[in-house]
């Protein structure tokens, strides 16, 4: 088997990395269509409703994250994911019954964004983290890259096809069918083989775990670099479904099928970086920062295209982009987290990855209705290109590292840590620290 392709080789991960394509097929069809509900139903095309809604669905984040990442280390994270599955398709049912009888209005969608937010704060970090249950520790990387490639997969799918569905019978069908398709990873979970998961210890209950967790991560400065880039990016750069919303709806004058287009050309170039990053077998720090100079870069020349074709074909190295950075980020500090920390780093992880969301979807759709659409992907473009320089600075100075490029040799851009032989040894020096801290943190706690 491809080494693309070798998590595939265990019978649970099969079972989970189906599952979780038909179900994140759903997800992305419902995305779609609540933003069009929103923009073309419920409103006269308010970017701000849409931002509003975005920003409801991923506030609960920001409360909820850190004590759903303490209770993924505690308890059975397949248990939880079944709990947390099986709600998010309550919830999508319930909202499809409201738009078919008619009686949807716009602070329902409100509502029901709000409680799909809280539902998913809970089940995100345990979704992160139970791959790592799933598949030996040397597979991680090569796992973290086939679920990116699996939502990626489904992005591709999920917006063209939901435009098609809106055209044809309508939002309210398309949020009964995502549903639906929360019964393949229910059905994925409790069918897995509990033998062949990996043996965890789950962590006792006990005073300070959030506060062990924070303490955790402010020692590790490669952690502390990578959330800062991701989390200035997720907030001005990575509101697509907004975006990509109004430039189809009022820069082209284009409709739901259109829209849905974008959805999935965006995901031809995320699914190529998430392929990629499957073989990749130990991520770094610096492909972090590359890849959101090169976000910075592609988004800017993809708020300039003066054409829907155009800007079609700019989606493509956007997604290649972002998906590079996202799937580093994650399989870098899931892989040197201390199994013990992890359910509570990756819910941190996910406060700034999802919860800058609430503050940016509302300044980036005052910005597309102010300023246009153009502008509002121009922010994000700016953002992310002064935090990677700024970030590259931060860890040339701090890090000690040497970069140089030559054009005759390869690699071509070669990067030394002139106080480290290899960057591996910075983060596992970090991590002895911070794995201090917290034993210093749960002895006080202990006291």
Request: charge should be positive; aromatic fraction near 8%; glycine fraction near 8%.
């Amino acid at each position: 088997m491809s080494p693309t392709f070798a998590s595939l080789r265990y019978f649970n991960y099969r079972l989970w990395f189906a599952g979780a394509l038909v179900a994140n097929i759903g997800t992305w069809m419902q995305r779609v269509a609540q933003d069009w509900l929103v923009l073309t139903v419920l409103t006269d095309d308010s970017g701000v409703a849409v931002g509003i809604t975005t920003a409801l669905q991923f506030a609960p984040f920001l409360v909820l994250s850190a004590w759903a990442g303490v209770l993924a280390d505690r308890v059975d994270r397949r248990k939880l994911l079944i709990a947390t599955q099986t709600a998010q398709g309550v919830l999508a049912a319930g909202l499809g019954a409201l738009v078919l009888s008619g009686h949807a209005e716009l602070w329902h969608v409100y509502v029901f964004a709000a409680l799909l937010g809280c539902v998913s704060a809970i089940d995100g970090p345990a979704r992160q983290t139970f791959v790592a249950d799933i598949v030996p520790a040397e597979k991680l990387s090569n796992a973290v890259g086939l679920n990116s490639a699996s939502f990626n997969a489904a992005r591709l799918i999920g917006p063209g096809l939901a435009g098609l569905l809106i055209a044809v019978v309508g939002t309210g069908w398309v949020f009964v069918i995502n549903a639906a398709t929360f019964a393949a990873t229910i059905l994925a979970l409790t069918q897995m083989r509990l033998r062949e998961l990996q043996h965890r210890e789950p962590t006792r209950r006990g005073k300070g775990q959030i506060r062990a967790g924070i303490a955790y991560v402010r020692h590790r400065s490669d952690i502390v670099v990578i959330m800062v880039v991701i989390g200035v990016v997720s907030t001005f750069g990575l509101n697509f479904q907004l975006t990509s919303a109004v430039m189809a709806r009022t820069e082209f004058g284009r409709g739901p099928q259109e829209y849905g287009i974008l959805g999935s050309v965006l995901a031809i170039g995320s699914l190529a970086g998430a392929l990629l990053a499957a073989r990749r077998e130990r991520p770094r720090v610096r492909l972090v920062i590359g890849a959101a100079f090169a976000f910075g870069v592609t988004t800017g020349v993809m708020a300039l295209m003066p054409t829907y074709p155009s800007y079609v074909v700019a989606c493509i190295p956007v997604g290649f982009a972002s998906l590079t950075m996202m799937t580093a980020a994650n399989s870098t500090i899931q892989m040197s987290t201390d199994p013990a920390m992890r359910g509570r780093v990756m819910s941190l992880y996910m406060v700034v990855f999802l919860g800058a969301t609430p503050v940016g979807s509302p300044i980036v759709g005052w910005i597309a209705e102010t300023y246009g659409a153009r502008w509002a992907i121009g922010i994000g473009s700016i953002s992310a290109l002064l935090v990677s320089v700024g970030a590259a600075l931060w860890a040339a100075r701090r890090w000690n590292v040497s970069v140089r490029y030559r054009f005759r040799s390869r690699p071509h851009l070669q990067v030394r840590y002139l106080d480290h032989e290899h960057d591996e040894e910075l983060a596992r020096s970090d991590a002895a620290r911070a794995l201090s801290a917290q034993q210093a943190t749960d002895r006080a706690s202990s006291a």
